[in-house]
């Protein structure tokens, strides 16, 4: 997923969040021509609540490398964080990715996120199809049960809130917490448990 790696060190009892953004600023200053650097920094701008710091550093990292296919999926993904951002330009940034990488199961779960509430059919669509390129995509089957679950597709919920809690046993305890809560919800919603 595009956020591993800065959210795997973006842990504060850890690695304090302003060395991190220090180190990565640090990096930039010592080679500002390198794309990679303003994509880290803005995928960390984006786990610690996004803002207009995030784009400038994803736009930098596309004007750099316009087939950095992550920078454009990154923007995407803040621009869909970010709620006064229009959903249009979400989608053209989730499209580039995939159109420079089409096995980007990332970007799928963006556009994924970008239908959500509004078309379900496509949501669907598109978190089945990150959960094809990534089968061990839990984000997606989660949000694939939502909106199964939204649309009373209660099996189909089931299936995946089960999918989530299997994923979840090998330690990510927020992520299987959660599971727990949807799959408890599903089993009652088919009357399985009271």
């Known amino acids: 997923m595009a956020y591993k790696k800065v959210n795997d060190i973006a842990d504060e009892d850890i690695y304090p969040v302003r060395t991190i953004f ?5 990096a930039i200053e010592l080679d500002p021509n390198r794309a990679r ?3 880290e920094r803005g995928l960390f701008n984006l786990n610690r609540g996004g803002g207009k710091d995030g784009f400038s550093d994803f736009d930098k990292a596309i004007k750099l490398d ?3 296919a992550e920078a454009y999926n990154g923007r995407g993904s803040l621009c869909v964080k970010s709620h006064g951002c229009d959903k249009s330009k979400a989608i053209a940034d989730f499209d580039q990715a995939i159109k420079l990488n089409p096995n980007y199961a990332d970007a ?29 995509y839990a ?3 989660e949000k694939r049960a939502e909106v199964y679950y939204r649309t009373d597709n209660f099996k189909e919920a089931l299936a995946d809130a089960e999918k989530v809690c299997k994923l979840a046993e090998s330690g990510y305890k927020t992520l299987r917490n959660r599971g727990y809560k949807t799959l408890r919800d599903m089993r009652i919603k088919l009357g399985l448990e009271d």
């Open 22 to 26: 220090d180190d990565l600023s640090k």
């Open 139 to 141: 984000n997606a089957y």
């Open 66 to 68: 316009p087939n950095f």
């Open 108 to 136: 799928y779960y963006g556009l994924g996120n970008v239908c959500g509430k509004d078309e379900t059919d496509k949501a669907i669509a598109y978190y089945t199809q990150a959960i094809k390129l990534d089968p061990n």
């Open 37 to 39: 650097a303003y994509y």
